[in-house]
């Protein structure tokens, strides 16, 4: 993997982390929307910190698309996990949020998680379309080995 | 709201939102790097080539379904049931879904990988 594909990697966590803290500190400030006052939910759009978080989740959906371009699901998924430890973190210090033991406990298993995935391959051979061939000589490979 | 209701809604998010995540992905494996792309066709040629791509669009609309099942279902009970029983849950759904129809190496380490986030997610809740 090149920096410049962790650099993606950790990009999409940082924009989902800091995208829902801003909203949910934007929607700190609108109160609690109900049904029957739906209307609220226009006037959050004019507050600074909601519109914040709607540009960072849109930079999280971007950044999150061009890492699922050259690695599996099933990496980016639990890779991009950080962003939960993230949000926790943004919570206790910078919403100043109490946070239980039983939460760090679960980003512990989380950074633990995150280590597992990590530490193996970010794609399946071939079944990217960038790295088709790729996955056309590790099967090549495979049965000359067989046959061998 | 009965139990059994909550979790159909549960179960309604994760199945919406896993169906979307891996209808993504494929389409984002047919297009190829979005970086080497850039480079050939710039930023409008790359946002021309996922937008015409039919099986993003309809991971879209999976993925909309999943966020309106969501809302729906918080109506039905507390956010900290919700929240992370959705989470956690699609993390498991999106490994064994990746393995079949993506045909993704979910090897040991992606499985542990899958498994202890989702604990992880979960304990968030407490």
């Not at chain 2, 549960?10 to 992905?25: E, F, K, R």
Request: proline fraction near 3%.
């Amino acid at each position: 993997m090149t920096v410049r594909k962790y650099i993606v990697l950790f990009a999409v966590a940082a924009f989902a982390a800091c995208g829902d803290v801003s909203l949910s500190r934007g929607m700190k400030v609108v109160g609690a929307v109900t049904l029957a006052g739906l209307p609220s939910l226009f006037t959050a759009l004019l507050n600074p910190w909601v519109v914040l978080g709607i540009l960072l989740l849109i930079g999280f959906f971007i950044s999150y698309l061009t890492a699922l371009s050259w690695a599996d699901l099933t990496y980016v998924l639990p890779g991009t996990a950080v962003s939960y430890i993230l949000t926790v973190s943004l919570a206790k210090f910078f919403l100043h949020e109490h946070v239980s033991v039983w939460r760090w406990l679960g980003v512990a298993l989380i950074t633990i998680g995150v280590g597992f995935v990590a530490t193996g391959p970010e794609a399946t051979p071939g079944a990217h379309r960038h790295n088709r061939d790729a996955g056309r000589e590790a099967v090549t490979l495979a049965d000359a080995g067989s046959e061998a | 709201m009965t139990n059994l209701a909550l979790w159909g809604g549960i179960g309604a998010v994760v199945i919406a939102s896993t169906i979307g995540d891996v209808l993504q992905s494929r389409a984002m494996k047919e297009i190829g790097d979005l970086g080497l792309m850039r480079q050939e066709r710039g930023l409008f040629g790359v946002i021309r080539r996922v937008m015409s791509n039919p099986r993003f669009m309809l991971g879209l609309v999976f993925m909309a379904i999943g966020f309106f099942s969501l809302l729906i279902t918080l109506s039905w009970g507390d956010v900290s049931v919700v929240g992370p029983a959705t989470a956690s849950l699609t993390f498991i759904a999106n490994a064994l879904v990746a393995r079949v129809y993506l045909k993704e190496n979910v090897d040991r380490r992606r499985w542990l990988a899958a498994i202890f986030v989702a604990g992880g997610v979960a304990l968030l809740a407490l």
